[in-house]
């Protein structure tokens, strides 16, 4: 099992990497760490927040696929309609853009601090963006 070590403003978390489900999402993101940027709230989708990784377009499978993800989930979006982005659910979430519905890639999963996804998600809310920082270790 790949855990992801995450910063997330003042919060730490510890996702798991859905490497059998989404294998090339997951070796995507897992050759680009550590990443640091900041993650904000979304605009269209309801309760999540979304690092906007703008017009850089990946070649992607649809895999672990869906539109509709659990809070502490992490989707992947490559680009296409809409511009490239990750986005994470701290609640009710419909992903969407201003174009319309939006397909991600589930590839992670929160396993160790989802009781501050609330919190994480009224803080960008209210208050602004947040620094991120992934980075990887073995489990």
């Known amino acids: 099992m790949t855990l992801i070590d995450i910063d997330v403003g003042p919060f730490a978390l510890k996702a798991r990497l859905e490497l059998e489900r989404a294998p090339a999402t997951s070796a995507l993101f897992l050759g680009s760490l550590p990443v640091k940027d900041r993650l904000i709230h979304v605009r269209w989708s309801g309760e999540g927040c979304w690092i906007p990784m703008g017009d850089a377009h990946r070649i992607l499978p649809l895999e ?62 209210w208050e602004g963006a947040l620094s991120i920082r992934f980075s990887s270790r073995k489990a």
């Open 64 to 125: 672990n696929h869906g539109s509709t993800p659990a809070p502490g989930q992490f989707l992947y979006y490559p680009g296409g309609i809409s511009e490239a982005e990750i986005l994470l659910a701290y609640g009710e979430v419909r992903f969407a853009s201003k174009f319309g519905p939006l397909v991600g890639n589930h590839f992670m999963t929160v396993v160790e601090g989802s009781e501050h996804l609330a919190e994480i998600g009224r803080l960008t809310l």
